[in-house]
């Protein structure tokens, strides 16, 4: 199913293809296959993009053929990086060589299934009138300090995509964030700060 997305519109990427050590470093339960409200976790973060999106483009590991079974019966277009222990821009540079066509993408993380398809949703319209970058911030209170604090997903214009296949390393895009002109979309949406990366996070 490696066949390149067409022309047009906002492409949802979604990164799948992370071994997760932290949640089993003995890799015997994939956490993103795990229950979460009654199916996988990778499962709630491909709907929540498929509800706010035309086309998502899923990254996978090599070999994790249930995982890739899953999204596929979604409707998501399966792409496997080989090389994806290389770390997390292998897994985006792969998804978005698939889909470099697009107008734009939002780039989420398969281990995030609370974030909202009203989120993805603003993030999209925010890079169809214009913006290159676009992140979610949520309103937060910490230590009796209030303030902003920016979350995933991310979507990018096509302004950075030479700066995005160009990535390499664990650190996926946050270089790009960091350093260019950033237009914060506000939600009332504390799914961008939460991530499955515990046992104790399923809860």
């Known amino acids: ?36 409200e009654g199916e996988a976790v990778v499962v ?3 709907r929540h993009l498929l509800a706010a999106l035309p086309r998502v483009v899923a990254v996978v590991r090599d070999g994790e053929d249930a995982v890739a079974a899953q999204l596929a019966s979604l409707g998501c ?26 107008q734009g993408w939002v780039v989420a993380l398969g281990d995030m299934p609370r974030v909202r398809p009203a989120t993805i949703a603003a993030l999209a319209r925010a890079v169809e009138g214009g913006a290159d970058i676009a992140v979610p911030v949520l309103a937060t209170e910490r230590n ?9 997903p991310v979507a990018f214009g096509r302004r950075h995509l030479p700066q ?17 002109i950033v237009n914060e979309v506000a939600v009332d949406d504390p799914g961008i700060l939460l991530d499955i990366d515990t046992p104790p996070d399923l809860q």
């Open 164 to 180: 995005l296949l160009a990535l390499t390393g664990d650190r996926g895009a946050r270089g790009i964030v960091r350093d260019n």
């Open 144 to 152: 009796g300090e209030s303030g902003p604090e920016r979350g995933n």
């Open 44 to 46: 709630h973060s491909a």
């Open 1 to 36: 199913m490696d066949r390149n997305v067409g022309m047009g519109g906002i492409i949802g990427i979604l990164l799948a293809a992370g071994r997760g050590r932290r949640f089993d470093p003995l890799g015997r339960r994939n956490k993103l296959l795990q229950p979460f």
């Open 77 to 102: 277009e399966v792409v496997v990086c080989a090389d994806a222990d290389s770390g997390m821009a292998a897994s985006l540079v792969h998804g978005l060589r698939h889909a470099q066509a697009a």
